[in-house]
């Protein structure tokens, strides 16, 4: 069984920063594609990032330049970068992780992933 634990949210200042931490445990995170999510109160979850198996990365373009999706294998960990935050970067965040030895071929899509974890919420003060 996957487990994904999410934690780094909070409250920040507008143009501040953030790191999200996502643990992962149950398979060998290099095995893995794996994404972050958000969703704001009375809005849709939408696409953060992604890396999918290969290494290979996917921002959203409401995203691009201010966040980095990353992940230490040897920790099984997974972060999300945040710089230069938004008023409307405010959300929960989740990681998702699907498993498998290629890359998926939509990596933009709640679909995709098979495993998320509870979320960690993201508050941006203006």
């Known amino acids: 069984q996957v487990q994904l634990v999410e934690s780094g949210g909070g409250l920040v200042q507008a143009g501040g920063s953030l790191r999200l931490s996502c643990a992962t445990s149950g398979r060998t995170l290099s095995t893995y594609n794996i994404a972050w999510f958000r969703q704001a109160p009375g809005k849709e979850r939408e696409f953060v990032a992604a890396?999918?198996?290969?290494?290979?990365?996917f921002h959203a373009d409401s995203v691009k330049g201010r966040f980095t999706i990353s992940r230490d294998n040897a920790k099984n960990m997974v972060y999300l970068d945040m710089n230069s935050l938004k008023p409307e970067d405010t959300a929960v965040y989740s990681c998702?992780?699907?498993?498998?030895?290629?890359?998926?071929?939509?990596?933009?899509?709640?679909?995709?992933?098979?495993?998320w974890g509870q979320g960690t919420q993201v508050t941006v003060s203006s």
């Open positions: 998702a992780a699907r498993g498998s030895y290629f890359d998926v071929r939509d990596p933009y899509s709640s679909g995709t992933y098979d495993y």
């Open positions: 890396m999918v198996w290969s290494g290979r990365t």
